[in-house]
């Protein structure tokens, strides 16, 4: 995780490229993004390494500006996302095969953020990069009637990938240990056996064939700001803005504990978490676009053999 320079200033620093891991430092900041070298050559730790949550890290001290892992520039890390689009497609297609012909496996993608954090655009920059018909969306509000007459994880079961899919989830089971905590919706004794019933819940979502990717972005309270006021002065996102975002913002420190419990209990090796900082909207959608690549990868699928005779069908086909 990239570290913060400092704690506690009021001005953020406007260069944090210093602040990140010690392998990225060791391209000097004014050098020249190398024309030749391949684009993800720029990744100097692996997004999944350099993003991992490794559990006692201290929250507080993430620096939302930073770029952990990219030694690249943004007119690099923009290149690679398109780069990466005809890559992550052809993955997400042979996944997509794979669940048609009778296998059994998926991915579910997990966002997680405050508002403004960018959930919106990575669903639409990253994840929009692949076959709308093999994704299944979800977003999780606030529980409807119906949804509250069921257990909390009765619309999250609802809603996980059936096999062949990319499932995404704009928040999350995890809200109950998350809004559900902050603002006291459930007595301290019901919320905290919470950590224990997601555990389990993904253990058997996992077992079941789902690969579970699970990010959580950071934007720093000045960015998260910027972006509420830019819902404000526009009207094309007065849509997005709901008058609760400023009490969430009041209650930041009480977030930033629960986050920090959230990542440190719920991150498990069937589904670990990956801490994002999202100021830099370019830096996150691409490091989420290579997580997902190295999911799918991961898999492993081949594309489906043929369960015809295909000279006979190329006979057919020439004769009809
Ligand atoms: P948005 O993502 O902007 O559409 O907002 C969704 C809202 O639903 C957020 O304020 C969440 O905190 C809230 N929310 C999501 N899950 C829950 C839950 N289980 N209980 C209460 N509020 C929730
Ligand atoms: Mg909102």
Excluded: C
């Excluded at 398109?82 to 042979?94: C, G, I, N, T």
């Excluded at 058997?204 to 950071?218: D, N, P, R």
């Excluded at 589904?271 to 909207?281: E, F, G, L, M, S």
């Excluded at 989420?288 to 799918?296: I, N, Q, R, W, Y």
């Amino acid at each position: 995780m990239a570290k913060k320079p400092e704690k506690a200033k009021p001005e953020k620093a406007k260069r944090p490229e210093k602040a990140q891991r010690p392998d990225s430092a060791k391209q000097p900041e004014n050098a020249k993004p190398d024309k030749a070298a391949k684009p993800d050559t720029l990744w100097k730790t692996p997004a999944d390494e350099a993003l991992r949550w490794v559990r006692g890290t201290d929250l507080s001290t993430l620096d939302e500006t930073s770029t952990p892992g990219w030694a690249g520039k943004r007119a690099d890390g923009e290149a690679l996302l398109a780069a990466r689009a005809p890559q992550l497609a052809e993955l997400q297609e042979r996944l997509f095969a794979h669940g048609r012909t009778g296998g059994d496996r998926s991915v579910l993608l997990v966002l997680q953020g405050l508002d403004t954090s960018g959930k919106g655009g990575i669903v639409r920059h990253a994840v929009g990069m692949v076959d709308p018909q093999g994704v299944q969306h979800r977003g999780f509000g606030v529980p409807t009637e119906e949804e509250r007459e069921h257990d909390y994880l009765w619309r999250v079961r609802n809603a996980l990938p059936r096999p062949g899919y990319l499932g995404v989830f704009d928040r999350s089971h995890h809200e109950q240990v998350l809004v559900v905590r902050v603002d006291r919706l459930e007595p301290v004794r019901t919320w905290r056996k919470h950590f224990r019933e997601l555990n389990d819940f993904e253990a058997e979502v996992a077992a079941s064939g789902t690969l579970i990717v699970k990010v959580a972005l950071f934007v720093s309270p000045d960015e998260q700001k910027k972006r509420l006021a830019e819902r404000l002065d526009r009207p094309d996102k007065h849509w997005k803005y709901n008058p609760s975002d400023i009490d969430v913002r009041e209650k930041l420190p009480q977030y930033l504990a629960a986050y920090q419990e959230m990542l440190d209990r719920t991150s498990t090796p069937v589904a670990p978490w990956y801490a994002v900082p999202a100021d830099r909207k370019w830096y996150a959608r691409l490091a989420v676009t290579e997580l997902l690549t190295g999911a799918l990868r991961s898999l492993d699928l081949d594309w489906p053999p043929a369960t015809f005779d295909i000279e006979a069908e190329k006979a057919r086909l020439a004769a009809s």
